[in-house]
């Protein structure tokens, strides 16, 4: 009972989604997934991680300075690094990305690398413990960005959906039980943009 398609972009930011759950760095799970718009083709996905053979935050504790922890690349940064490594050319190609990019590291490579549109979940520095510190930030860096070329929308579609309908499709294969399962599924909140912060 496949009630909907997914839409490319709730495709992507489920992918997205998926991505962000290898994140080390439990302050945020970021991720941002790089696709072709004409070809639909996923390009690069990128989540937060510690630098090649370093620790991981979720093993000794974040490393802070200025409100951030800079122990970890970020999910965006990474998907960009991805492109550099692989020789693939981000060009007016399309972005998804959990949360709006950070001014501090996130951006400028993005600008860099010639993104053209960059579909964001919702705003990080929108929550409680980050809004007073670096809200301006990311509102300039987004100005910035915008200006040198580069288009940010808010995601608008529903990016669990689609992970919700893959699950339940399985688990009928298995023979759970329809009602069971749907009553579950109904409790979900199928528009979450972002996890929660973690107090620093
Ligand atoms: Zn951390
Ligand atoms: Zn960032």
Request: aromatic share 6%; net charge negative.
């Amino acid at each position: 009972m496949r009630s909907k398609r997914p839409t490319l972009e709730e495709y992507m930011m489920a992918i997205a989604r998926v991505v962000s759950t290898r994140g080390t760095c439990d302050r945020l799970h970021a991720s941002m997934v790089t696709f072709d718009p004409v070809t639909k083709r996923i390009l690069t996905t990128g989540y937060g991680g510690s630098k090649q053979g370093e620790p991981h935050c979720e093993d000794v504790g974040c490393e802070m300075r200025d409100g951030h922890c800079v122990r970890t690349n970020h999910g965006e940064e990474n998907a960009v690094r991805q492109a550099d490594l692989y020789g693939v050319d981000l060009k007016g190609k399309h972005a998804v990305s959990l949360v709006l990019p950070c001014g501090n590291r996130c951006m400028d490579p993005m600008v860099n690398a010639g993104l053209a549109q960059v579909t964001y979940g919702g705003k990080y520095h929108r929550q409680k413990e980050v809004e007073s510190t670096h809200a301006q930030e990311y509102e300039s860096a987004l100005k910035k960005a915008e200006a040198a070329g580069v288009s940010f929308h808010e995601f608008e579609g529903d990016d669990l959906y689609p992970l919700l309908i893959a699950v339940y499709d399985i688990m009928r294969e298995r023979g759970i039980d329809d009602e069971a399962l749907l009553g579950e599924l109904k409790k979900v909140k199928t528009n979450v943009t972002h996890r929660v912060v973690k107090p620093v």
